[in-house]
């Protein structure tokens, strides 16, 4: 840059060179952290969704009922278990390199479970889950620390990018299983196919590890202070209860629909509508947001698409599966980005926002993750699906209380929640 500066020219043409390069450097710059961030998200679920679409077909290998529902929960668990780990990193190697760190454990966790699925299916689910968990937490609180301006439509971006990687997952699971051939490959290439985007990722990501932002200091001890808040209550059983909807239905209405005589492949494809419809509303949902007063009306309209979505699903004739998907998919999607939203907007800072996040998803995901695990096995040993949908509908009451509760116009500041308005809890 030095050599550039210093060449011969007229005077004014060397001004405005100089400043074309100083409105280049921040525009590339951003360009190139908005695309690992999109990079980063598109990671965040496919591992998960491929899944469901072949659990029959896991199942016909010899998986049993008790291996699946666990598969199928243990993600989600391990969320809960190291989302509290995410702060603590990020304060010591900064949120950027643990990022990075995470995309790394991805890749290995999913390159291991597809080595040897017989004896590291688990160990190595456990290893992708973690990865995930630390994106989960830190991507919100990133965003809030060097996009604020834009936060709405970053979460927004993010999310969509998150959206068609589950949305591809659900698509090719079926075909691919099909086309790996024997079934030892066809289980190897499932469990594992996911690795490879999630290298490419880390090539994307690269140009931010060289950042190391950590949160600031704060008059609060930590993480765990956010307990004391009834506010932190209701984010977090927000964030719970959507995520227990979300990731049972995501679990475990491929394998309802192939009971109700849907096709495996046509299966795979409603989960991928449900997931294209919480990409509609991930996108919009943040904006709309962040331009409103408090977000109560848009929780209340999240959860009612989830009921009549989960009512046409499960009960409905097969000829309303598709429109039932997407409704239940677009009221999925605002609630889970709202559960995001909440997390940046009522926290007052970078700090507040990592250590509600870390908070919000470590008892969120624990209540979570009972929900593929109990509702496999209620299936498995009802035989039907009324008991579990009922279950679920039960869920998306305690959602929309909890999602109007924590839409009201307040935050968590040092000293606990205070304006935006006075909070009376």
Not at 313 to 337: C, D, K, T
Request: proline share 6%; net charge positive; charged share 10%.
């Amino acid at each position: 840059m030095k050599a550039i500066d210093s060449e011969p020219g007229p005077p004014g043409e060397l001004q405005a060179g100089r400043a074309a390069r100083r409105m280049a450097g921040p525009a590339a710059g951003g360009a190139l952290l908005l695309a690992g961030i999109l990079a980063v998200a598109f990671n965040m679920r496919a591992a998960i969704t491929g899944l469901p679409p072949v659990y029959p077909e896991l199942s016909a290998a010899g998986y049993s009922a008790i291996t699946l529902s666990a598969l199928a929960a243990v993600p989600v668990f391990s969320f809960a278990l190291f989302s509290g780990l995410a702060p603590a990193l990020a304060r010591r190697i900064g949120e950027e390199r643990v990022l990075g760190l995470a995309l790394l454990l991805l890749a290995v966790g999913l390159g291991l479970r597809a080595l040897a699925p017989g004896v590291l299916l688990f160990p190595g689910t456990v290893v992708a889950s973690c990865a995930i968990a630390l994106m989960n937490v830190l991507l919100p609180s990133l965003v809030k620390r060097r996009k604020p301006d834009a936060a709405g439509l970053v979460i927004g971006l993010y999310l969509l990018s998150l959206t068609a990687g589950a949305v591809i997952a659900s698509v090719i699971a079926v075909p691919v299983f099909t086309a790996a051939g024997s079934t030892g490959a066809a289980i190897r290439v499932t469990l594992g196919m996911w690795a490879l985007p999630a290298v490419g990722a880390i090539v994307i990501w690269l140009p931010q590890v060289r950042f190391r932002t950590v949160p600031g200091p704060s008059g609060r001890p930590g993480m765990r202070a956010m307990g004391r808040h009834w506010l932190t209550w209701q984010v977090t059983a927000f964030m719970g209860l959507q995520s227990l909807g979300y990731y049972t239905t995501l679990s475990w209405f491929p394998t309802m629909f192939r009971d109700h005589g849907i096709g495996a492949a046509a299966a795979g494809n409603l989960l991928a509508l449900m997931n294209l419809g919480n990409g509609i509303t991930g996108l919009i949902t943040p904006i709309l947001a962040q331009r409103l007063r408090d977000q109560r009306v848009l929780a209340a309209a999240a959860v009612t698409s989830i009921v009549i979505g989960l009512l046409g699903a499960g009960f409905g004739p097969n000829s309303v599966a598709v429109e039932s998907v997407i409704l239940l998919g677009i009221g999925q999607g605002a609630a889970f980005s709202l559960s995001i939203y909440y997390v940046a907007a009522r926290a007052a800072d970078a700090r507040a926002a990592a250590e509600l996040s870390g908070f919000s998803q470590a008892v969120g995901y624990l209540v979570a993750g009972t929900g593929p695990l109990l509702i496999g096995l209620l299936h498995t040993a009802t035989g039907g699906w009324t008991i579990p949908l009922v279950i679920l509908l039960t869920v998306a009451a305690g959602q929309m209380i909890s999602g109007v509760l924590a839409g009201r116009n307040r935050v968590i500041g040092a000293t606990g929640p205070v304006p935006a308005s006075a909070d009376a809890t």
